[in-house]
């Protein structure tokens, strides 16, 4: 049996699906707050739950000069303000034991990034601090290996625990998706999460960012669906092309009504 994770009025293993999205990193006040906004309305009017993400740090950026976010302290307040300006879920990554139990504060979930996914000391501080955990499956990672880190925060005595595929590295500086990864991954027992965002990502493809191939995010997404994901994660932007982080794989938000309206249908033919 699914075990069901809910946070407020949203649950993961229900449906329809959950859509995680925001701007990759929060860039500034003004915008990661218009732009929850806007994904508030939109999610609102298709009946699709939503939890907004966006990182305070990225900490695993190509180059030392890429823009990484403001810090734990004044992006956790800028995710403050989501919550009590909009009342919906947020989800950030941690890097760390420590920024785990501050970021868990705010953050309503806890997401352990991919590259540290295999972290014992992240996913058992993550845990321990009783939010839900949402692990990402490193690109080296098989779908059955994931097992183990879902055991290290099953340690904890916390079961609210997501998963979330988002591509296996094919050679250099490509990623590709194995769909049997979704229904391999929900036989431990918990939701799945299909990250289309990242499943598209080149990484450090161009010299010194990554690039991406976002033509591919809507109809990966749609298959994900199609397979019965128990959510979808995409990074959107109101520009992508100027976005400090990510933006050659984000969505445009304008693209994005029009993409959940497809994902929702699919969802409700199964």
Do not use: W
């Not at 006040?29 to 939890?51: C, N």
């Not at 590295?169 to 289309?196: H, K, Q, W």
């Amino acid at each position: 049996m699914q075990k069901k994770v809910t946070i407020g009025s949203v649950t993961f293993g229900g449906r329809p699906f959950v859509f995680i999205g925001g701007p990759c990193v929060i860039e500034d006040r003004d915008l990661t707050l218009r732009t929850a906004e806007r994904l508030v309305r939109i999610t609102g009017g298709l009946g699709i739950p939503f939890v907004f993400k966006s990182s305070y740090d990225k900490a695993n950026r190509t180059s030392i000069s890429s823009f990484r976010g403001p810090g734990i302290d004044e992006g956790l307040a800028i995710l403050q303000e989501v919550k009590n300006a909009l009342g919906v879920p947020v989800l950030t990554d941690v890097h760390s034991a420590g920024e785990a139990r501050i970021a868990a504060a705010v953050a309503d979930i806890l997401q352990v990034p991919a590259l540290l996914s295999r972290q014992t000391d992240i996913l058992t501080a993550c845990g321990a601090t009783g939010k839900p955990v949402n692990i990402k499956k490193g690109q080296f990672l098989s779908p059955r290996d994931m097992v183990h880190a879902i055991k290290k925060v099953e340690s904890t005595g916390n079961t609210d625990i997501i998963v979330t595929e988002r591509g296996t590295s094919f050679g250099y500086n490509t990623l590709v998706n194995d769909f049997r990864a979704i229904p391999i991954m929900r036989e431990f027992g918990y939701p799945v999460v299909f990250d289309a965002t990242h499943s598209v990502q080149q990484p450090s493809a161009m010299t010194d960012r990554s690039g991406g191939e976002k033509q591919f995010v809507v109809p990966l997404a749609r298959a994900a669906v199609a397979m019965g994901v128990d959510g979808i994660f995409m990074e959107v932007h109101p520009q992508p092309q100027s976005a400090l982080c990510d933006g050659d794989n984000s969505l445009s938000l304008d693209d994005l009504p029009e993409a959940l309206a497809a994902l929702k249908r699919i969802g409700e033919a199964l």
